[in-house]
């Protein structure tokens, strides 16, 4: 058991021919406020919506709480490759090419070379098989389940148009079983007490501000009693007066100790809330640091050039 | 005959007309709800993401049936399901259930087509939504999409409805039959006065005109009360 709530090891997105994420890991511990800022189309939103698997990574793993959420990649586990046929293979093709070489190094060069071929495609036998089966039911959690525990608040705020605010915020705790109707409307009220709006528990969406719906769907993520909190781009969608509203209660969270992850283009709150920032350029993380680091003293060029052009 | 004295007989014949027109309604109604009942399930598996094996089959079954349906005439189908499928019905009291099930099977191609057109029409954030609070494909399909996606196709779905109606009177084909007696829908009884009594004819079907115009006001009438009540839920 470690303290990351979320890790995501070696992740690949394509959509059709387009490489969005191209080999991304990190890890967000508990507590830990990540902020993931770059420019549009470097992966950043992608990123945070395959930590809840609402896109399935192409390649890599994605693990929730020590439980894995995706199929096993045979790439990230090489235990898993030296049962392949196709590592056997090589591997004596490898040691009568150059007698004498060291075990450990034949071993590093043949599984360098499948992974930098992707040759791991076809059958590769049982004893294989049977490891990534077995590492698999060892792990595997079901996402619909692990979901529950991951908060999301969309840009585009995403209420539920056919219910009332309240229907909003009661829906999943009540459906799940996690809570009595009585129970989970009681939370519900509780929380739109918290931000103001207890008022409007029994209209439709449609008959609130950008503001309003945000803070909603922060409160109805809230509902189901997340571990983690997601934000894609929670402010872009609303207009600039009610920008403040729903920054003020986001950083209400942080300062309560809710483990988050940020995509967001508002760099002065990334800077004041976050406890780390990640890069993103061009499908992987390019440069990672404290708000400090990041902001003040950026090393890569990229990031330099990035920020010179937003801040 | 006077145009009066038609009038008179058709007045006659009210309780013929009133018992047809019942058994055309029951047609055309049944076979709205088989209609739509095939038709969510269809249009569901068709939308349904293609990850599971057996998903993928009956949603090559689900393609197949809307294509031959939609791609037959209706009569065509009434017929081969009398003449074939259903003729067991023949030696039974009452054969009503062929063209219940004849029109209902139609009815579920178009309506499958109509309710994944609604259920496409819906932002695919409210699933997203769904699914990140941890409710799973099926249950925000039923709490959420297919909700909003009626909503949405009420007025195609009226349209279909009224089609339904109006397209059962090619029941008249077949002989029906109502607990052992024979038996006819609006159309038949029509048809059969052209035999029976050529001179009330035309008069006759002036009047299922205006029946049928009727019911479909009706019917109208309806789907504007039922539009007005969900549009409540937006304000």
Redesign the interface.
């Known amino acids: 058991m470690n303290d990351n709530f979320i890790e995501i090891k070696g992740l690949f997105k394509n959509f059709g021919k387009l490489e969005v994420l191209k080999g991304v890991s990190c890890s967000i511990r508990k507590g830990e406020k990540v902020a993931i800022i770059g420019a549009s189309g470097s992966g950043k939103s992608t990123l945070l919506r395959c930590m809840?698997l609402?896109e399935t990574p192409t390649y890599g793993e994605v693990w929730f709480e020590d439980k894995l959420l995706t199929p096993i990649d045979p790439y990230l586990h090489f235990d898993v490759i030296r049962l392949s046929k196709t590592y056997g293979k090589l591997l004596a093709a490898y040691t009568a090419e150059h007698p004498g070489v060291a075990e450990a190094d034949a071993d590093a060069a043949v599984i360098a070379d499948i992974k930098k071929r992707d040759l791991l495609r076809k059958s590769e036998g049982s004893a294989f098989a049977k490891a990534v089966r077995d590492l698999y039911r060892a792990n595997f959690q079901n996402v619909?389940?692990t979901?529950?525990n991951?908060?999301?608040v969309?840009q585009?705020?995403?209420?539920?148009?056919?219910?009332t605010v309240l229907e909003n915020m009661t829906?999943?705790p009540v459906?799940?079983k996690l809570k009595t109707p009585e129970e989970a409307k009681k939370r519900a009220m509780e929380l739109l007490e918290r931000i103001k709006l207890s008022d409007k528990a029994n209209v439709?969406p449609?008959?609130l501000s950008g503001g309003q719906k945000q803070r909603i769907?922060i409160v109805?993520?809230l509902a189901?009693n997340p571990k983690v909190m997601l934000f894609d781009e929670p402010t872009s969608a609303l207009d600039p007066e009610m920008v403040g509203e729903v920054l003020d209660l986001i950083r209400q969270l942080a300062d309560e100790g809710m483990t988050m992850v940020i995509v967001t283009h508002e760099m002065g709150f990334a800077r004041e809330v976050a406890d780390r920032v990640l890069f993103m350029d061009g499908g992987v993380i390019s440069e990672e640091g404290t708000p400090e680091e990041l902001f003040n003293h950026p090393q890569n060029p990229r990031t330099k050039d990035f920020l010179s052009k937003v801040l | 005959m006077s145009f009066a004295d038609k009038l008179a007989y058709a007045w006659e014949l009210r309780g013929l007309l009133f018992e047809s027109l019942g058994i055309s309604l029951l047609i055309a109604f049944s076979a709205v709800i088989i209609g739509f009942v095939i038709g969510v399930i269809l249009a569901v598996i068709r939308i349904a993401p293609k990850t599971n094996p057996v998903i993928k089959v009956l949603d090559g079954f689900a393609q197949t049936y809307i294509t031959v349906i939609r791609g037959t005439p209706t009569m065509v189908q009434l017929l081969i399901m009398y003449s074939s499928i259903l003729v067991m019905f023949k030696y039974v009291n009452t054969n009503l259930l062929v063209p219940i099930i004849a029109f209902g099977i139609n009815s579920g191609a178009y309506m499958a087509e109509i309710i994944r057109a609604g259920i496409n029409s819906v932002d695919k954030g409210q699933m997203e939504a769904g699914r990140s609070v941890g409710l799973s494909w099926t249950t925000t399909m039923l709490k959420i999409i297919i909700p909003q996606a009626i909503k949405v196709v009420i007025p195609t779905i009226f349209n279909e409805i009224i089609i339904l109606v109006k397209e059962t009177s090619v029941v008249s084909f077949i002989a029906l039959r109502v607990g052992g007696q024979q038996a006819w829908d609006l159309m038949g009884l029509v048809s059969k006065m052209a035999n029976a009594k050529p001179a009330v004819y035309n008069t006759f079907l002036y009047i299922a005109a205006l029946i049928y115009l009727t019911i479909v006001m009706l019917l109208t009438l309806l789907q504007h009360l039922i539009e007005r009540k969900l549009k409540k839920n937006e304000r």
């Open positions: 809840n609402l619909d389940y979901r529950r991951i908060g999301m969309f585009h705020f995403n209420l539920f148009n056919n219910l829906l999943a459906q799940l439709y449609s008959t769907a109805r993520a189901m």
